[in-house]
């Protein structure tokens, strides 16, 4: 049941403007798919304050903002649109040092729709067993969906130090539980790789300084962010998001 009356105004006006404020910072900054999700978030709360008030000097403000932010959005929405059909879209987020609240499926949701049903992986340091907890959570959002992903590719180095049985059983053993889930992961090596970089058949191209290895050791194994990652604190990494037609599928 949604909430009337004052009450419902103290509780969702606050948020309301700071995310509209946020988003116009974003705007300002050219980071518009972020901006984008702001307004369209911090739109919807303000409908519901303009629902809930009797106040008919805010009423009449916010039913001349309203329709301002919702311009911009839908604006800022065909930019993207723009920019994606010409190949030109490049986004950049920057995650600060002992940052929170960039878990894989705060950073990839924006990117991951039904039509995704192939990934390309890039990572040159799948080797440690936290490096395959992080490839297995990766895995394990692509199942949840809402993408309905067959295959994986997983291109990354051999680990040639004793780490190597390992490194070929961990992979195998993600390998065979994909499989459960009618996923297929191919498992690809080479000794040049550099890059890090995760590729959607939906054009979408995500290159993160760090690869998937941006979380911080838990400070023990019962404290907050040991499971939640969004709780979890960052090494400060970049993430730049690019869109193209063509992906490459080798």
């Known amino acids: 049941m949604s909430q009337a009356g004052p009450g419902a105004v103290a509780a969702l006006e606050p948020p309301a403007v700071a995310t509209l404020k946020r988003a116009v910072e974003l705007?300002?900054?050219?980071?518009?798919?972020?901006?984008?999700?702001?307004?369209q978030e911090g739109i919807d709360l303000l409908l519901q304050v303009l629902k809930a008030t009797k106040d008919e000097t805010k009423k009449a403000h916010y039913r001349q903002k309203i329709p301002e932010y919702m311009k911009r959005a839908e604006?800022?929405?065909?930019?993207?649109?723009k920019e994606r059909e010409?190949?030109?879209?490049?986004?950049?987020?920057?995650?600060?040092?002992?940052s929170t609240g960039f878990s894989y499926e705060k950073v990839f949701q924006d990117y991951l729709n039904e039509t995704v049903t192939e990934v390309w992986v890039e990572d040159p340091?799948?080797?440690h067993v936290h490096q395959f907890y992080n490839f297995l959570r990766f895995c394990e959002m692509l199942v949840k969906g809402p993408c309905r992903v067959k295959t994986?590719?997983?291109?990354?180095?051999?680990?040639e130090g004793s780490g190597k049985s390992q490194q070929t059983s961990s992979l195998e053993e993600i390998k065979q539980s994909l499989k459960n889930y009618g996923v297929t992961l191919n498992v690809s090596f080479s000794s040049s790789i550099h890059d890090r970089e995760i590729r959607f058949n939906n054009g979408w191209m995500i290159k993160i300084g760090r690869g998937l290895d941006y979380f911080k050791k838990p400070q023990g194994r019962f404290c907050l962010?040991?499971?939640?990652?969004?709780?979890?604190p960052c090494h400060e990494t970049t993430v730049d998001v690019f869109h193209t037609k063509h992906t490459k599928k080798t």
């Not at 705007?27 to 307004?39: G, K, P």
């Not at 604006?75 to 649109?81: D, G, L, R, Y």
């Not at 010409?86 to 002992?98: L, S, V």
């Open 86 to 98: 010409d190949g030109k879209y490049h986004q950049q987020i920057k995650i600060e040092e002992n």
């Open 225 to 232: 962010g040991y499971c939640d990652f969004d709780l979890r």
């Open 75 to 81: 604006a800022i929405k065909k930019h993207i649109e």
């Open 27 to 39: 705007d300002s900054a050219s980071r518009f798919q972020e901006s984008l999700v702001c307004y």
């Open 152 to 159: 994986i590719h997983l291109l990354t180095s051999y680990d």
């Open 125 to 127: 340091y799948i080797r």
